[in-house]
């Protein structure tokens, strides 16, 4: 394949997915600055490596599992080093870039989730990508998924009901 070619198929395969996989980590990490790092860094990723991951079943679901990682290895080293600042715990508000109708209350209910849960529910609502796809993205077992997809149902049902008790 010759370098023009290879660029200009990454380039189609970017501009086909960068976005989506932006506003699954926006949404799963609560914070856009840092889903736009870890997106980048994914996209990055996959164009040094196109010629190998190109040939995937899909591309798309790899360079989500890459961004995915990069943002839980940046929330880590938020976490360490709020401890050591001794600052306020992740996830209290979006930032002003996050704030958009829709997504505000998505971001209310499903900052309330574990991590985990908090990646399933939003690749499958969000994302919709099926329970196999996520497996994939995140590594895990089907069964895995599903069980954090019903606990993220679970919770987000009780906090649904929660909300409109109090209307």
Do not use: C
């Not at 860094?41 to 961004?67: G, H, N, Q």
């Not at 050591?84 to 209290?92: C, K, V």
């Not at 908090?118 to 994939?136: M, P, Q």
């Amino acid at each position: 394949m010759s370098a023009s070619t290879h660029d200009d198929e990454f380039e189609q395969f970017f501009l086909e997915n960068y976005q989506a996989v932006l506003h699954v980590l926006a949404l799963t990490t609560g914070d856009h600055e840092r889903a736009t790092d870890a997106t980048q860094e994914a996209f990055i990723k996959a164009y040094a490596r196109w010629s190998k991951i190109r040939t995937y079943d899909s591309p798309a679901a790899w360079v989500r599992r890459v961004a995915i990682n990069a943002s839980r290895d940046a929330l880590r080293s938020d976490h360490r080093r709020r401890r050591r600042e001794e600052a306020q715990p992740f996830g209290d508000e979006p930032s002003a870039a996050d704030k958009s109708t829709s997504d505000a209350n998505a971001f209310r209910l499903l900052g309330k989730l574990s991590d985990r849960q908090r990646e399933v529910a939003t690749l499958f609502y969000v994302d919709d990508r099926s329970v196999a796809e996520i497996a994939s993205i995140l590594g895990l077992s089907e069964g895995t998924v599903k069980s954090h997809l019903a606990a993220a149902r679970d919770r987000l049902r009780g906090l649904v009901e929660q909300d409109g008790s109090r209307a």
